[in-house]
């Protein structure tokens, strides 16, 4: 199935709702776009945005900026030397800020040592920030070790990347469907339209969910082939 350019989801909502470009224009038409993609990227984990990022702690700091445009951290790995190529990692338990505050109410130098907890604050003010927020370590570290944190990335949207994205060339139905939504909402009707892209939005992303939290997470070697029970016809 072909995917989505930005300028092809904008002539088939305008087709689908039969709403010229006078009412529909650019900008109204691509705020539409903009919802259904940040509706998608909350409905259903992507495994095309599962990012990692590497640097080094510095001693004695116990915070570090998060990757710009993370919409949430998966885990952090901490490694005991300061070469990944070289140490043995160890994932930080997530826990409360409150919780490292008491853990270690100071980074003064007794207190350092490797990290084992991580929290997460803050977070970024507008779309211009170089980050999303920051990390919040205990204890506070003795060296230079490297770091590793895995987290989900906010894509770019078909407002950035006009030829096409990964939800609008593996996903062009259910972004076509949130895009109607929209509109109709926008449209202030007719009820059974809105009902109607509605229900075939969830439908398509409970297949589109199925896929990347169902079929990506497995293989045929470890769980076996996929069987689907064929009802035999009555004799």
Aim: proline fraction near 5%; charged fraction near 25%.
């Amino acid at each position: 199935m072909a995917g989505y350019t930005q300028t092809e989801l904008r002539n088939d909502i305008r087709e689908y709702t039969e709403v010229d470009s006078n009412v529909f224009t650019g900008s109204v038409v691509d705020r539409f776009i903009d919802n259904a993609e940040y509706r998608i990227l909350r409905d259903v984990p992507v495994d095309a945005y599962k990012k990692q990022s590497i640097g080094n702690l510095v001693t004695g700091q116990n915070t570090i900026n998060v990757p710009a445009k993370t919409l949430f951290v998966k885990g952090v790995q901490v490694y005991d030397s300061t070469s990944a190529s070289t140490g043995n990692n160890v994932w930080l338990e997530k826990k409360d800020e409150s919780y490292l505050q008491e853990y270690q109410p100071s980074t003064e130098t007794s207190a350092r040592a490797q990290p084992k907890y991580y929290a997460m604050f803050g977070g970024a003010t507008g779309i211009t920030d170089t980050t999303s927020g920051r990390l919040f370590l205990a204890p506070a570290p003795d060296t230079t070790y490297v770091f590793k944190i895995h987290y989900e990335a906010i894509p770019n949207g078909l407002g950035t990347d006009t030829s096409g994205t990964y939800i609008s060339n593996y996903f062009p139905n259910g972004l076509l469907y949130a895009c109607l939504v929209e509109a109709f909402s926008y449209l202030k009707g007719p009820t059974e339209m809105l009902t109607l892209y509605e229900n075939k939005y969830k439908q398509e992303v409970e297949k589109f969910a199925a896929e990347q939290l169902g079929r990506r997470k497995r293989d045929d070697y470890t769980d076996g082939t996929v069987r689907i029970k064929v009802p035999s016809p009555s004799p």
